[in-house]
């Protein structure tokens, strides 16, 4: 039995919350979009892509959702 599931989600970007670096000092966000909340792995270089002019504007999320409910995003591409 599988502990994650991946989805393929196409959102609009509603807003996003910088949330506490890293331990090693990377940027963490949590992403808000019309079909749900998601944040970024801790020192994931891809969260060096997040920025602000990304809301309202929609994308394509990749996305691991594990058992406990917690999702966290594997890539981004803008449509």
Same mark, same amino acid.
């Given at each position: 039995?599988?502990?994650?599931? =991946?989805?393929?989600?196409?959102?609009? *970007?509603?807003?996003? @919350?910088?949330?506490?670096? #890293?331990? /090693?000092?990377?940027?963490?966000?949590?992403?808000? &979009? %019309? /079909?749900? *909340?998601?944040?970024?792995?801790? %020192? %994931?270089?891809?969260?060096? =892509?997040?920025?602000? +002019?990304?809301?309202? @504007?929609?994308? @394509?999320?990749?996305? &691991?959702?594990? =058992? #406990?409910? =917690?999702?966290?995003? %594997? +890539?981004?591409?803008?449509?």
């Amino acid at each position: 039995m599988s502990r994650h599931r =991946k989805h393929e989600i196409t959102a609009r *970007v509603t807003g996003l @919350k910088r949330l506490n670096n #890293s331990f /090693n000092g990377n940027p963490n966000y949590m992403i808000y &979009t %019309d /079909n749900g *909340v998601t944040r970024t792995r801790s %020192d %994931d270089m891809l969260n060096y =892509k997040i920025s602000y +002019n990304m809301q309202n @504007k929609t994308y @394509k999320f990749y996305i &691991t959702e594990y =058992k #406990s409910g =917690k999702t966290y995003l %594997d +890539n981004f591409e803008k449509i």
